[in-house]
T-cell receptor, first 114, second 109 residues
């Protein structure tokens, strides 16, 4: 079974803090994604990566950065957290060479910024 | 712009059948996914359709009409554990997933 893990299920941070969200997958997947999920809105793509050290902006990259130094790990960084970044953050991975490969999700990190 | 529409909430009775509709408008189209998401949990994959027609997987079936920009997820013999949100997502010409806001399905005994 594919396993995608995220470093924290719940996180509370203060405005202006630097926040690191970590995601690890154990299936040697090429592709990794970071989404945020807010009530009434669909999943919104923040950043994705198709290979180590490669990153692409998604729909809402502002205020975020990412790092992919190893194939299995994809980190999301909030340089200076703000209250409007309070959300559920979901990491996903997909493998193989087909772009239609299914995305497998981690359990999510519910981040609250005070 | 790109858009996915699905009902916000539906209610059905245990043992019954329910159909969750999804319409999409995307720049190009490379298939449609359905995911299930229980409250507080991650989305899990249910189905992928790229050709017109019905795909059946046990109690769940998914239908696609490319000409109409329409899909539905059909759940039969509903069980209480089917209470969840169901997310529709379309793959556009750039192979990016465009997600709907999800349909919250409430099952009553």
């Amino acid at each position: 079974d594919v396993k995608v893990t995220q470093s924290s299920r719940y996180l509370v941070k203060r405005t202006g803090e630097k926040v690191f969200l970590e995601c690890v997958q154990d299936m040697d997947h090429e592709n990794m994604f970071w989404y945020r999920q807010d009530p009434g809105l669909g999943l919104r793509l923040i950043y994705f990566s198709y290979d180590v050290k490669m990153k692409e902006k998604g729909d809402i990259p502002e205020g975020y950065s990412v790092s992919r130094e190893k194939k299995e790990r994809f980190s999301l960084i909030l340089e200076s957290a703000s209250t409007n970044q309070t959300s559920m953050y979901l990491c996903a991975s997909s493998g193989g060479t087909s772009v239609t490969d299914t995305q497998y999700f981690g359990p999510g990190t519910r981040l609250t910024v005070l | 712009g790109q858009n996915i529409d699905q009902p916000t909430e539906m209610t059905a009775t245990e043992g019954a059948i329910v159909q969750i509709n999804c319409t999409y408008q995307t720049s190009g189209f490379n298939g449609l996914f359905w995911y299930q998401q229980h409250a507080g949990e991650a989305p899990t994959f249910l189905s992928y359709n790229v050709l017109d027609g019905l795909e059946e997987k046990g109690r769940f079936s998914s239908f696609l009409s490319r000409s109409k920009g329409y899909s539905y997820l059909l759940l039969k013999e509903l069980q209480m554990k089917d209470s969840a949100s169901y997310l529709c997502a379309a793959l556009d010409s750039n192979y990016q997933l465009i997600w709907g806001a999800g349909t919250k399905l409430i099952i009553k005994p």
